[in-house]
């Protein structure tokens, strides 16, 4: 699940940019040299013509190596992006854990100290609050019972 979420939030607009950018030169250069070739073949007689074959043919050798490099360079950059981001995502889990547990131990404080106050000053603390609501509801099914007595004698 984590492979998968990180594959999708692999975004990376600058090496897309990057690719977008090298495509657009790829495409005008390849157009440039097509359109020049085309031209000096027409003016040249059939020995320069295949003068201009053996420059087109070594242009396409040379792109084909420009793409292949891009392509590692591309691929080496997308790994150690990945690297980067699986050591930021540690790191971060980690941190959020940490967070977690001194949160935790913080409130914990705080509620001792709090308890330790309320009865330093003599103040009900939430136990005891919890203790005298109890009595109290006793206390009220009690009288409730009693009126219910009485209003059976009266009526009787």
């Not at 040299?33 to 242009?59: H, Y």
């Not at 000053?121 to 009693?146: H, Q, Y």
């Amino acid at each position: 699940m984590a492979k998968a979420k990180a594959a999708t939030s692999l975004s990376i607009p600058f090496l897309q940019d990057v690719s977008e950018v090298l495509d657009r030169v790829r495409k005008d250069v390849e157009a440039t040299v097509e359109t020049i070739g085309k031209r000096a073949a027409d003016l040249l007689p059939e020995s320069g013509r295949e003068q201009v074959d053996n420059v087109i043919e070594r242009i396409d050798d040379a792109r084909d190596d420009v793409n292949k490099r891009v392509e590692s360079l591309r691929k080496d950059i997308e790994k150690r992006f990945d690297v980067v981001r699986g050591t930021i995502d540690k790191r971060v889990e980690s941190l959020r854990k940490q967070t977690v547990g001194r949160r935790k131990d913080f409130e914990k404080a705080a509620q001792k100290r709090a308890v330790r106050v309320f009865k330093w000053f003599n103040l009900p603390v939430r136990s005891d609050l919890d203790s005298i609501k109890r009595r109290l509801t006793a206390l009220e099914r009690r009288i409730e019972a009693i009126e219910k007595q009485k209003s059976r004698r009266v009526a009787a």
